[in-house]
T-cell receptor, first 116, second 112 residues
């Protein structure tokens, strides 16, 4: 079974703090993703990575950065947290095969972040 | 512009009846479609998928239908159970071009 873990389930931070969200997958997947989920807005892609040290902007990258130093680990960084970044953050991973049916994304349990 | 649309934000169904969740897409390049289920405070879990070369895929109580000409897919749950109450996301991909494109989700409530 694919396992994607996230470092925290719940996190409370203050405006202006630097926040690190960590994600680890154990299936040797090439691709990793960070989303945020907000009511009525669905899942919005923040950043993704096809390989170590590679990153691509998603739909809403502003205010975020990422780091992928190892294949199994993908970190999301909020350089200076703001209240509008209060959200549920979801990490996912998938393999690259060129065949859609093999590229299912598997999600971690999520981190609920509250910025005060 | 949304490439994957779930036009019903919510749906209520009685226990034992059929639940039908709908999804429309605009990009004809998509060749694989997935449904995810999400409970509150948990990550989405993969439910069922279908390749564009098929028009139906079944897994127990869950069936996904694909109508390529209409660019429409639907998820049928029969019979619906209270434990099926969750948010359901439709997603699409075209091979070799990650990431998935998600709809905004439909909240299903199954009433006992």
């Amino acid at each position: 079974d694919v396992k994607v873990t996230q470092s925290s389930r719940y996190l409370v931070k203050r405006t202006g703090e630097k926040v690190f969200l960590e994600c680890v997958q154990d299936m040797d997947h090439e691709n990793m993703f960070w989303y945020r989920q907000d009511p009525g807005l669905g899942l919005r892609l923040i950043y993704f990575s096809y390989d170590v040290k590679m990153k691509e902007k998603g739909d809403i990258p502003e205010g975020y950065s990422v780091s992928r130093e190892k294949k199994e680990r993908f970190s999301l960084i909020l350089e200076s947290a703001s209240t509008n970044q209060t959200s549920m953050y979801l990490c996912a991973s998938s393999r690259t095969s060129g065949r859609g049916e093999e590229e299912t994304q598997y999600f971690g349990p999520g981190t609920r972040l509250l910025v005060l | 512009d949304q490439q994957v649309k779930q036009n019903s934000p919510s749906l209520s169904v009685q226990e034992g009846r059929i639940s039908i969740l709908n999804c429309d897409y605009t990009n004809s390049m998509f060749d694989y479609f997935l449904w995810y289920k999400k409970y509150p405070a948990e990550g989405p879990t993969f439910l069922i998928s279908i390749s564009s070369i098929k028009d139906k895929n079944e897994d127990g109580r869950f069936t996904v239908f694909l109508n390529k000409s209409a660019k429409h897919l639907s998820l049928h749950i029969v019979p619906s159970q209270p434990g099926d109450s969750a948010v359901y996301f439709c997603a699409a991909i075209y091979s070799g071009n990650t990431p998935l494109v998600f709809g905004k989700g439909t909240r299903l409530s199954v009433i006992a």
